[in-house]
């Protein structure tokens, strides 16, 4: 399977506080990778280090095979030209929507080919009805964010995202910030990219659609990988106490029960 994405060794230091220790994980194309653990386990940090949100204190990352910057794992450097080429390959969805509330639904979508792409108007043009009609929402282009419910602006955060064609989709608790009534609608965006084919790496805290949507689940805990594999073998039959721990205060996972014996 081709690699699109290799974390190697990553350390994440804030002050005397360490955040992420040596985690390494492969992303591999076409696949989705759920990252679960408790609040402060490092889940949003790693993935504002991959796409250098946060600069790494160590380590290094690979996207498509290609180091990003240069140096060596304990003393990397990063030339902004690079990251902010780095993050036009790689989508990011976030908790909160983030969308200006002075342009249209298409205008916003719009908006990152034209400024980071310089796409000319009618591509621009093209990607945003092509991805809003992905995401369901082809007929609300001219509506204004404030216009739309929650889970409608999350979606256009999503396809605003995908107008950039990256070549993975990061999504950081993208429901968290959602009425529980209108979860569904975004989750299901989701899982209809997964069975497209879009190479993913989703933080979630919604046991039940890693579950379902996931070809591997990682499992984080004060900052390292505790455990990791495929949903059956996480969050069906963990192995460890932590992961145990943690299945057991998620009483609205309603699948086979964990074995946590």
Known sequence: ?????????????????????????????????AILGASGSGKSTMLRCVNFMETPSSGQIFLQG???????????????????????????????????????VKQNVMEGPRTVLKCDKAECARRAEKYLDKVGLGWKSDAFPSQLSGGQQQRVAIARALAMEPEIMLFDEATSALDPELVGEVL?????????????????????????????????????????????????????????NFLRGHGSFRLPEPNLD
């Open 1 to 33: 399977m081709t690699e699109v994405l290799e974390i190697r060794n990553l350390c994440k230091s804030f002050g005397d506080l360490e955040v992420l220790k040596n985690i390494n994980l492969t992303i591999t194309k076409g696949s989705t990778v």
């Open 66 to 104: 290609e180091m990003v910057g240069t140096g060596t794992p304990d003393a990397m450097k990063y030339a902004e030209a690079d990251l902010s080429k780095l993050r036009a390959r790689v989508g990011m969805v976030f908790q909160h929507f983030n969308l200006f509330p002075h342009m249209t």
């Open 188 to 244: 299901e965006t989701i899982k209809a990219l997964a069975d497209e084919g879009m190479t993913m790496l989703i933080v979630t805290h919604e046991l039940g659609f890693a579950y379902t949507v996931a070809d591997r689940v990682v499992f984080l805990s004060q900052g390292r990988i505790l455990e990791q594999g495929d949903p059956e073998a996480v969050l069906i039959n963990p192995k460890e106490e932590a992961t145990k």
